[in-house]
């Protein structure tokens, strides 16, 4: 069994925590970036693949760079995760993957550096998915010796590593609340889902939400395109649709979100009402002044009509 790793990790476990929910590149406090942020593989047992991270420094300052690497595992039935140790006779991720640079290298102000990586799966992996992040430690280089254990306090990055191990495990979810305003005004028509990850593997969420009107006609379709869900973990899907014309009457909307092979996993309907109120106050605004040109007409101009024999 794995063991947690004490509070001295807690700090990282929040780090990480930002990593799996983050759709943007992250920033340190020193400047440093790393592109991409996650990676997602499947890799048969005993194979290998090789890349590269790239590591900018946009700080005023170089910048001493530290290489770690770390498993962890998903918090049951949240979105949280837990970093944990090396079991004995146990390989996990940390195993796996190889960073071809050296473990502590200097990026210069305003400089970049290709960080090359290997992931290779022993012939023993274990079918499922395997989680890990490969850590980037930035430190201000000081000229001051006595600075140095003060700077030591430095900030940390790291990319997501994602590996899948083809075999017996499972990809499967469900779609635990599917929402939209009972009565909308107006586009977009903003749809919630939550989704749990129900399975053995690492989910993202793809699918369609398909909108319908009183006659059962297509009327428009939203993408489903959710971050990277955790086994037993939950994530709040948030989509719009901007429809172009005037909404008006009662309409249907059904959210089907796919597993790998395009294959529907799960889907669940709710119903939505419509009233344009703008159009319609404009129409009964128009509608008025109509009535009083044509009261103010009659008042005013009288029409003579004479016949000649």
């Excluded at 649709?241 to 979100?257: H, K, M, N, P, Q």
């Amino acid at each position: 069994m794995f063991t947690s790793f004490s509070r001295q990790y807690c700090a990282a476990l929040l780090l990480g925590f930002f990593f799996l929910f983050s759709a943007s590149i992250v920033f340190a406090a020193t400047g440093l970036t790393i592109q991409p942020i996650k990676i997602s593989v499947d890799i048969e047992k005993g194979r290998t693949i090789s890349d590269f991270i790239t590591i900018t420094n946009a700080g005023e300052d170089a910048v001493q760079v530290e290489v770690k690497v770390e498993d962890f595992i998903p918090s049951a039935g949240g979105r949280g995760v837990q970093f944990v140790g090396r079991a004995p006779g146990v390989t996990t991720v940390r195993d796996w993957i190889s960073i071809n640079h050296d473990a502590r290298f200097v990026v210069p102000q305003n400089g970049a550096i290709n960080v090359p990586y290997t992931i290779a799966a022993p012939i023993n992996a274990e079918p499922g998915s395997h989680f890990g992040v490969v850590f980037f430690r930035a430190t201000k280089i000081s000229e001051k010796e006595d600075e140095t254990e003060q700077l030591k306090v430095g900030t940390q990055v790291g990319m997501l590593v994602l590996v899948t191990v083809p075999g017996s495990h499972l990809q499967k979810g469900r779609i635990l609340n599917f929402t939209s305003p009972r009565f909308v005004k107006e586009s977009p028509v903003e749809f919630n889902l939550k989704f749990e990850n129900t399975g053995t593997v690492h989910f993202e969420p793809k699918g369609t939400i398909t909108i319908r009107n009183i006659f059962d006609m297509e009327v428009g379709s939203v993408a489903i395109e959710g971050g990277v869900v955790l086994p037993t973990g939950i994530e709040d899907l948030k989509e719009y649709w901007d429809y172009s014309g005037a909404l008006f009457g009662i309409y249907t909307a059904e959210a089907r979100v796919r597993d790998g092979e395009g294959e529907t996993l799960t889907a669940e309907k709710i119903r939505f009402y419509a009233f344009p109120i703008k159009l319609a106050l404009t129409v009964f605004g128009i509608f008025i002044f109509i009535l009083l040109i044509i009261r103010f007409i009659r008042r005013r101009v009288s029409i003579n009509i004479s016949l000649k024999s």
